[in-house]
């Protein structure tokens, strides 16, 4: 009895101040709304950051097991290293320095490292 009575004064309340609060919660959920779509924007902006990552790692297999075969293999390291080094500079944009082993970095930093030199010429 006591908790039908409850349910009762529960009820009569929501229906008295349903008409006064609606606008107050509607406004609120629009605020949540747009801040769930900024968290998902943002989300959506990483994944598509680490699946450039992922390809751009393939690609730079690809060229490292190509370097020797390639007719011409200073041209195929120079774009090796600059491949290594837009990984690099992804991996640290993104913070994901986490996910990949000590020994990858540091590949990727030597081989970053002669990204910069003039004495490879970029194609």
């Known amino acids: 009895m006591l908790m039908r009575n409850f ?6 309340l929501v229906f008295l101040v349903q008409g006064s609060l609606s606008c107050s919660i509607s406004s609120l959920f629009i ?4 801040a769930i779509d900024q968290a998902i924007s ?3 902006k990483r994944l598509d950051a ?3 990552i992922k390809n751009l790692i393939i690609e730079l297999g690809r060229l490292e097991d190509g370097v020797v075969k390639a007719e011409n293999p200073k041209s195929q390291a120079s774009r090796m290293v600059v491949q290594a080094e837009k990984i690099l500079t992804m991996i640290q944009n993104e913070h994901l320095e986490s996910l990949f ?5 540091e590949e990727l930093r ?5 990204a910069r030199k003039t004495h ?3 194609q």
Do not use: K, T
């Open 42 to 44: 943002a989300s959506e």
């Open 50 to 52: 680490q699946r450039q």
């Open 101 to 105: 082993s000590s020994a990858y970095l």
């Open 31 to 34: 605020g949540e709304i747009e």
């Open 110 to 114: 030597f081989y970053s490292s002669f």
């Open 7 to 12: 349910n009762l004064s529960l009820s009569v």
């Open 120 to 122: 490879l010429d970029p």
